[in-house]
């Protein structure tokens, strides 16, 4: 879990459509960035997440999960296709999709991972800590977490 400044005040947030209302109540002001080929699959092109300790999910009868792999679930709208969360299973720690909330401005990027499976056409303007597939999995596997 981050230890990043929380940013004090509820943010709600829908999808698309409106059936999913989430509300974080200590989302950490910060945006988590990966550009891993699932995330580039599941969004278009990257996944921006902010973690919240705390929350609301409103509208369960239309939310869909799907397991991505043996450590992570994605969810997203059945009616409108938005994404919705990204959960590390062994955790249950989860990131919401950063465009679903009116987040206030120059919240920083915590870091970006998988930057070696980044697209060369797309780059962000703010500089942030930058981290490949094999440094993060290092970093993950060094806290105790397994991939195999
Ligand atoms: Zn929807
Ligand atoms: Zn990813």
């Not at 459509?17 to 910060?30: F, L, N, Q, R, W």
């Not at 891993?36 to 902010?50: E, F, K, N, P, V």
């Not at 999709?97 to 870091?111: S, T």
Request: glycine residues 8%; charged residues 25%.
């Amino acid at each position: 879990m981050s230890d990043a400044p929380r940013i004090g005040k509820p943010l709600t947030g829908k999808c698309l459509c409106g059936a999913v209302t989430i509300t974080m109540k200590d989302a950490h002001s910060e945006v988590d960035v990966c550009h891993c080929l699932m995330c580039q699959q599941w969004t278009g092109s990257m996944y921006a997440g902010i973690e919240a300790d705390d929350f609301v999910i409103e509208g369960e009868d239309h939310i869909t999960t799907y397991q991505s792999s043996d450590w992570a679930e994605r969810a997203f709208c059945k009616t409108c296709g938005s994404s919705l969360w990204y959960k590390f299973l062994p955790t249950g720690n989860r990131t919401f999709l950063a465009g679903m909330f009116d987040l206030p401005k120059g919240l920083p990027i915590k870091h970006q991972i998988f930057v070696d499976e980044k697209p060369d056409w797309f780059d962000l303007a703010q500089e942030s800590p930058m981290k490949t597939g094999a440094e993060i999995i290092a970093e993950a596997k060094a806290a105790g977490f397994s991939f195999d």
